[in-house]
Every structure is written in C-alpha cells, then in structure tokens.
C-alpha cells in the first residue's frame, strides 16, 4: 500500500497569483510616471502629451511639492518632487530585500504585529515632520535632504506592506 502525499493548505499568495505581478507593474508604474512624464510631454506627437497630463494630474494629487520636481526635459519638470521620489525609491529596494530573502529577515515588520505597526508608522512620519521642519523655516528645499527623508520612509513603509504583498511561503514544521 503507497502512502498518499500529505495534503497542506493553499499559501495565501498562492489562492491569488495575479497579486504580486499586479503590484510590480503599479510599483514600476509609480516608478517610471514621474520619470517619463516630461519627456512625454515634451513629444510633438498627439497621444503622448495627454499621457504626460494624466501623470502630471496624478502627481499634482499625490505631493505636497510637485512644482520642486526636477527638470528632465526644460521647461517639464518630473510629475513628483524628489521626497515623493526618495519614497519611492524606498519602495523598490524594500521589494528587492523581500524577494532575496522571501520576507524571511528581522527587519520585516508584520511579524512584529502592533509594535512593528507603529515602527512603520514612525518611520512614515519622517517624511511629514521634514516638511514642516521646511515650511517652519528650520531649512530650504534641498533635493538631496528631501530624498533622504523620503527614502526612510519609503523604507518604513516598505518593510512593512512588502511582506503582506508578497507573502512567502507557508513554512511547515521541519522544512526550514
């Protein structure tokens, strides 16, 4: 008599394969939009200016600051300021770290629950009190500063959501 293969329970990621493909195009999305939009906008062609409208539009919506984004293609400016950028950045290195290490790592923080909840949020916070700290006066706008502060938060947002997104696999006693 053969013994029958154990039967495990589905992985959560497993029961919806389109989510984690779905999440990279939105992360390229967000990635690549602020990049292209000046250079779509500056196309004599009829389409692509519309694009870079639709992008500029999302951006006005998104940063507190889009008027301090960089000149890519004079006079067009990125659709984002570059602590909106730096956030983003932060975002795609957390995605990296998540799928070298599988969200297995310390610095995940789901695993945390609450505490790791408000290390997040903390970590997110930095990008609100750098603002503030520029429009009390405490500094001027300076790119490399803003990236800065955005990529921490980028990173605190990161290492909490990319686990969730891309959950690793369910690890059964013994296959460690």
Request: glycine letters at 10%; charged letters at 10%; a positive charge.
């Amino acid at each position: 008599m053969t013994k029958a293969a154990p039967s495990f329970p589905k992985s959560p990621s497993r029961s919806k394969p389109w989510r984690e493909p779905f999440a990279d195009l939105v992360l390229a999305a967000l990635v690549g939009g602020p990049l292209a939009a000046p250079f779509l906008a500056a196309t004599p062609l009829p389409v692509l200016p519309l694009i870079a409208n639709i992008i500029y539009w999302m951006g006005n919506h998104v940063c507190p600051q889009p008027e301090m984004g960089l000149v890519l293609s004079p006079p067009y400016l990125m659709a984002v300021c570059m602590r909106c950028y730096g956030t983003l950045i932060g975002l795609v290195i957390t995605r990296y770290w998540v799928a070298k290490t599988q969200g297995w790592g310390r610095y995940w923080l789901p695993q945390y629950g609450l505490v790791g909840l408000a290390l997040a949020i903390l970590l997110c916070l930095v990008y609100p009190a750098e603002l503030l700290a520029q429009h009390l006066g405490w500094w001027d706008y300076n790119n490399w500063v803003v990236t800065a502060f955005g990529l921490v938060s980028g990173l605190g947002l990161g290492a909490y959501i990319m686990p969730l997104i891309y959950r690793r696999p369910v690890q059964y006693a013994g296959s460690r």
